[in-house]
């Protein structure tokens, strides 16, 4: 179809040519207009090469391919989107334990779901006390929130779970 759209350009360009120069004077309209076609056939073979690697590209993929690839930077997560985080997997973790409170496995899992946010409330810290010492005042207040939002939702859950729970199996290791 691409080749067809082409000819169709390629005559029209032609026929306007030949129908062009006998009326205006031969010299300066010749010169004007000759390089249209030539430049109408490299623009189709262009766009030609171009449309043809995208399907080969998209033939050559696979799914083990795409499982494989990987990104170039290697991306870090900002304060504000680990604050973001920590905040709603808390509050997943205080649902769950209103849902059903006297599920042993809910509960370990509840348990194992908190240490990860405490783990990643370190990483906050570390991060807001990197950053904002040379942080822009605005800056400094949105670390700021970040971090207070993050540690008003731990205390929540820290009082959710049932007294004791991350106590004993740190015992129990022992």
């Not at 820290?158 to 729970?165: D, F, K, M, S």
């Amino acid at each position: 179809m691409f080749k067809w759209y082409v000819a169709m350009i390629l005559v029209a360009e032609v026929a306007a040519l030949l129908l062009l120069l006998p009326l205006a004077a031969p010299d300066k309209l010749a010169l004007l207009l000759a390089p249209v076609v030539p430049l109408t056939v490299i623009l189709a073979l262009f766009l030609h090469s171009r449309r043809d690697s995208v399907s080969r590209g998209a033939l050559r993929l696979s799914p083990e391919r795409i499982t494989g690839h990987r990104s170039r930077t290697s991306r870090s997560d900002s304060p504000e989107d680990i604050s973001r985080s920590i905040v709603e997997r808390t509050a997943e973790i205080r649902r769950a334990l209103q849902e059903e409170p006297d599920s042993g496995v809910r509960l370990e899992m509840c348990a194992l779901g908190y240490r990860a946010c405490v783990n990643d409330m370190i990483t906050l810290t570390h991060l807001v006390n990197e950053e904002a010492p040379n942080a822009p005042i605005f800056r400094r207040l949105r670390l700021r929130r970040a971090r207070k939002r993050a540690i008003e939702a731990l205390s929540a859950t820290r009082e959710a779970l049932p007294p004791g729970l991350l106590r004993a199996e740190h015992q129990e290791r022992q």
